[in-house]
């Protein structure tokens, strides 16, 4: 199970339509609040989160590190408009597995996807 963190509405349509066809079945959360809810309720069946750098009531890095600290071995893919330098390069630094720059399409998710379950290309 994938969960998909991100707290603008076309993104999170858009995104489950693709994690669907990929053949998951994802997890909504739209704030990084909300996230380490879902992800503390369902730590066992959720094997990767994609998470968005940028929302309202929790920062991404603020998010990553809470996961972490509830499941260290947590796979997180980093996901966001900006390139993939300063604060996203932090995170990607303390451990996060990969970045995905929006907008994505569906063949660069599954790649990203599938690169993080398998351990290759840590960016």
């Known amino acids: 199970m994938i969960l998909l963190v991100d707290d603008e509405d076309i993104v999170v349509d858009v995104g489950k339509e693709m994690l669907k066809g990929l053949g998951y079945n994802p997890l909504i959360a739209k704030g990084g609040k909300e996230a380490i809810e879902i992800f503390r309720e369902n730590q066992t069946e959720i094997g990767m989160v994609v998470l968005d750098m940028v929302m309202p009531d929790l920062h991404g890095g ?22 993939l330098e300063g604060q996203a390069q932090r995170i990607l630094d303390r451990g996060c597995n990969g970045f995905i720059q929006k907008p994505f399409n569906l063949k660069q998710l599954s790649l990203k996807i599938r690169e993080t379950f398998e351990g290759t290309n840590p960016s």
């Open 62 to 83: 603020e998010v990553f590190d809470r996961l972490k600290k509830i499941n260290p071995d947590v796979k997180v893919i980093l996901s966001s408009g900006y390139s």
